[in-house]
């Protein structure tokens, strides 16, 4: 989604990761979005004003009591001119003062007096992440509807490894658009399935796949993003529960099914991104299997429900939407699979590329439906969830908001 006529205010304050905020000044001017820096005080420790002034192409704000800046656009007024506010990096002292409501300088002052929407992406060393204190305000900021965005686990500047990496730029690009975007799917019901399922063997073993999850986690998560009252139906993934999305975890391809079915009549989309175990050993042995002295061990499967396509043949079917994750001939197989399943549109991939599907975090992919088919480039995960969503919704829901 372009940003062009969008009025962004960008606070930066003193964590190292303001390096990356160039960077996202960037992106945002890229997308055509107006740009105006401000700084807290311990911002200027660690990038220049002059760099944001060069990409933002106007004069960085830092000063509550700067009486030529008030003069030109005073901090009420440049509240107002926000669409939007996006504090990165945030500190876990910036984060403390806006959940008190505290507003000691400029940046802290215009979170105080905008109506706009603020989303945060905190940066900080990650003991500094876990402390009770920042544990609390960061509840409080969610629950006063503050977006907050990471913070991403791994390596620190500090030399820590854990949770308290700034989001990337890219990311946080995608969620000023999803933050922007007409709510697509607002009021509608959609449930995503979403990672791999396990049919167990006997009491410790069981079939799976190389599933992670990802791409139906951040569907569901661009959906609840989009307005809609999302589900997700996940098998077993170590994958977080995305925002403002109910999740309902499942083992076993039997037990999604069921999950599906006692709730896909109410939905408007169901959209199955789950790498679902097409058979399931006939017999689920109660007591471990032994080993048999070098004798064969013949493992026998039934085929499990497809449940996707169970939805279809629903009598009053919501949209419906598969994957296809394919090795070759993909487009052909993907739309037989699609008519085959009574699909309204299929997405499809092919795994043989290392670069995208299954554990990568990105993807590339074509949607195909009834009558059309468009391509989703290689892109994130979350960016392409983005853009299928609000093709689905302008193919669905065509009344919506777009
Ligand atoms: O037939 P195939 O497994 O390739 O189809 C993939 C699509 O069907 C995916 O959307 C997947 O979530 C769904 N599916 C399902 N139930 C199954 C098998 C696949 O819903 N048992």
């Known amino acids: ?9 960008l606070g930066v304050t003193g964590g190292i990761a303001a390096y990356k905020a ?16 401000v700084f807290s005080r311990s911002a200027h420790a660690f990038v220049a004003p002059v760099t944001m002034q060069a990409l933002s192409g106007r004069s960085v704000r830092d000063d509550l009591w700067d009486r030529e800046a008030e003069a030109a656009m005073g901090h009420i007024e440049l509240a107002r001119w926000a669409d939007l506010v996006l504090a990165a990096p945030a500190t876990a002292h910036f984060m403390a003062c806006l959940a008190q409501g505290l507003a000691p300088d400029l940046l802290t002052t215009l979170c105080l007096a905008t109506n706009a929407p603020i989303l945060l992406a905190p940066a900080m060393n990650q003991a500094m992440w876990r402390n009770p204190a920042t544990r609390r305000n960061a509840a409080i900021l969610a629950e006063d509807e503050r977006r907050i965005i990471g913070p991403e686990v791994g390596d620190q500047a500090c030399g820590d490894t854990g949770p308290g990496r700034m989001a990337e730029p890219e990311a946080l690009l995608l969620a000023v658009q999803q933050t922007l975007a007409a709510p697509c799917l607002k009021g509608r019901k959609v449930l995503v399935t979403a990672g791999p399922t396990q049919e167990a063997l006997d009491p410790v073993r069981y079939l799976s796949n190389q599933s992670s999850g990802k791409q139906g986690y951040a569907i ?36 999604m099914h069921d999950a599906v079915l006692a709730r896909a009549a ?13 058979y399931r050993p006939s017999v689920q042995n109660q007591q471990k299997l032994k080993k048999r002295n070098g004798a064969p061990l013949k493992l026998s499967l039934v085929e499990n429900p497809d449940i996707i396509a169970a939805v ?5 079917a919501p949209v419906v939407v598969g994957f296809a994750a394919e090795t070759e001939n993909a487009l052909e197989h993907a739309r037989s699979k699609r008519r085959h399943k009574n699909l309204d549109a299929i997405v499809v991939n092919d795994v043989s590329n290392k670069e995208i599907g299954f554990n990568s975090d990105h993807n590339a992919a074509t949607l195909i439906w009834a009558d059309g088919e468009a391509e989703l480039p ?16 302008e193919l669905f829901f065509p009344e919506s908001p777009h």
């Open 312 to 316: 279809a043949a629903l009598p009053q």
């Open 220 to 255: 569901a998560q661009a959906a609840a993003a989009a307005g809609a009252q999302t589900i997700l139906v996940s098998g077993p993934s170590n994958l977080p529960a995305p925002a403002n999305v109910e999740r309902i975890e499942v083992v076993s391809a039997q037990d």
């Open 378 to 393: 290689y892109q994130s995960k979350e960016a392409l969830a983005a853009a299928l969503v609000q093709r689905l919704a």
């Open 266 to 278: 109410e939905q408007a989309l169901v959209v199955g991104v789950a790498a679902v175990a097409d």
């Open 1 to 9: 989604m372009t940003l062009a006529e969008k009025n962004i205010l």
């Open 22 to 37: 160039p960077i996202l000044v960037r992106h945002l001017r890229n997308e055509g979005a107006n740009v105006q820096v």
